[in-house]
């Protein structure tokens, strides 16, 4: 059966903030398919909470902003790419403003923006939307890409795989989740804004749909990929049988919140002078070690000792949520737990989104820019989408003129494969993949727990791909076998790694290697 066919100039893959402002950021006489794995809005970047750094206060500067970004992210950050960002911040928080985006002002002065400070940085520079800034920003992008007359939007589609001519990108196999066919879109630059790969792992912030797509679709068509042993795990996921996925963003420890065990005592002292306001990676492992010592599910984060009026201005989300779980954090501590929140590394690319594959470009969290090191520091991945969406735009538009209109494409080919019957295959791998990634690649790791997981990879790869030969696609098999991809990707990262820095941390390897090496794998094909 033949599939349909699409011709554009760009094929953008995602529709978070990396992908929404590329299309927007791109000349208007470029016709843009821009492609949804669910409606708009369902992304990453709707549910980030806490903001976008930038450099906006008179007391600020780049380089404070730089310096900061280069301790979190453990010496492994290439500064190139910091200074490029941060270096950008200030304009592109402009063109949010231009497109609609209103961020949260001080009560006594109309032109100045409120600012919050966050773990890691040195001074107030997150500014935001009250705790809704991703929701902000994604409503307006998405408003203005629907009144664009160049711009196609096509939702409930997921990629199977890029299509190449002589080396070349050309566009892509898509899956339409609702007429369960694959189509094929041809463009002369595409653009994968797919986000990370936090689904890998039992317990996660990131919405459904995080499952390392673009990462394992550049990998497979050749691109390198870089530093996936660096999975940021968020300190505080609301711990709740009814609450999936919910996160309590670190504004309220910015804020004053304390970290508490059952009986009511804190404990970060004991781990970072810092206490509360230590990097995440410190108050993940030191709320999963007193979890394991303890034998306790979860810790309590308590803001209790603010007033209700003061938590439902700056944290109207977070107190209606909870106090629909019956939880009034006005009154009580809530119960949090780490979770797997952000892919630090990912598909190289450089300060243009460029990748290894001549016509396909990465940003956002699917790729490795070198900004995040071993440690992203909090906020600067808002920025980042929004930095690189520019850049690639500006890239792209100034190439595409030269740019070869793609080649024929074979359709794609399904009258080998059956309906499958077994979809308890797909669903049981599933969930033995996220155990297995939780347990032995997660926080704290092992040499022990790594060669497990090593060895769970390769039976479950070669039962995916046996699955994926045999019967028609299904979006939970794509998402599974690039899942799959991914975390054998993480595993090899995290085993060349002799040295615990930053995200990644080896009861093995407890120390700091004298020379920071980035982590970089080369596909063999």
Known sequence: MSSNSFQHDVLIIGSGAAGLSTALRLPSHLRIALLSKGDLNEGSTYWAQGGMAAVLDSEDTVESHVADTLVAGAGLCNEEAVRFTVSNSRSCVEWLVAQGVDFDHLPDAAQ???????????????????????????????????????????????????????????????????????????????????????????????????????????????????????????????????????????????????????????????????????????????????????????????????????????????????????????????????????????????????????????????????????????SNSLLECIVYAESAAAAIAATIARAPQPQAAPPWDESQVTDSDEDVVISHNWDELRRFMWDYVGIVRTNKRLARAEHRIELLQAEINEYYSNYKVSNDLLELRNLAMVAELMIRCAQARKESRGLHFTLDYPDLLPEALDTVLVPSH
């Open 112 to 378: 100045e923006f409120h600012l919050a400070m966050e773990g890691g940085h040195s001074h107030r520079r997150i500014i935001h939307a009250a705790d809704r800034t991703g929701r902000a920003i994604s409503e307006v992008l998405t408003e203005r890409v629907l009144a664009a007359d160049n711009i196609e939007v096509f939702p409930h589609r997921v990629a199977v795989d890029v299509v190449l001519h002589e080396g070349r990108c050309e566009g892509a196999y898509i899956f339409d989740r609702r007429s369960d066919r694959v189509e094929l879109f041809q463009a002369r630059a595409v653009v994968l804004a797919t986000g990370g790969a936090s689904k890998a792992y039992l317990y996660t912030s990131n919405p459904d749909g995080a499952s390392g797509d673009g990462i394992a679709i550049a990998w497979r068509a050749g691109c390198r990929v870089a530093n996936l042993e660096f999975n940021q795990f968020h300190p505080t996921c609301l711990y709740h049988p009814k609450a999936k996925s919910f996160l309590i963003t670190e504004a309220i420890r910015g804020e004053g919140g304390k970290l508490l065990l059952p009986d009511g005592s804190r404990f970060m002292d004991e781990f970072d002078p810092r206490g509360e306001l230590a990097p995440r990676d410190v108050v993940a492992r030191a709320i999963d070690h007193e979890m394991k010592r303890l034998g306790i599910d979860f810790v309590y984060l308590d803001i209790s000792h603010k007033s209700r009026e003061f938590l439902e201005e700056h944290f109207p989300t977070i107190s209606a949520r909870c106090l629909e779980l019956g939880i009034d954090i006005a009154r009580e501590p809530i119960p949090v737990v780490p979770a797997a929140h952000y892919t630090c590394g990912g598909v190289v690319v450089d300060t243009a989104g460029r990748s290894d594959v001549d016509g396909l470009y990465v940003i956002g969290e699917a790729s490795s820019t070198g900004l995040h090191g071993a440690n992203r520091m909090a």
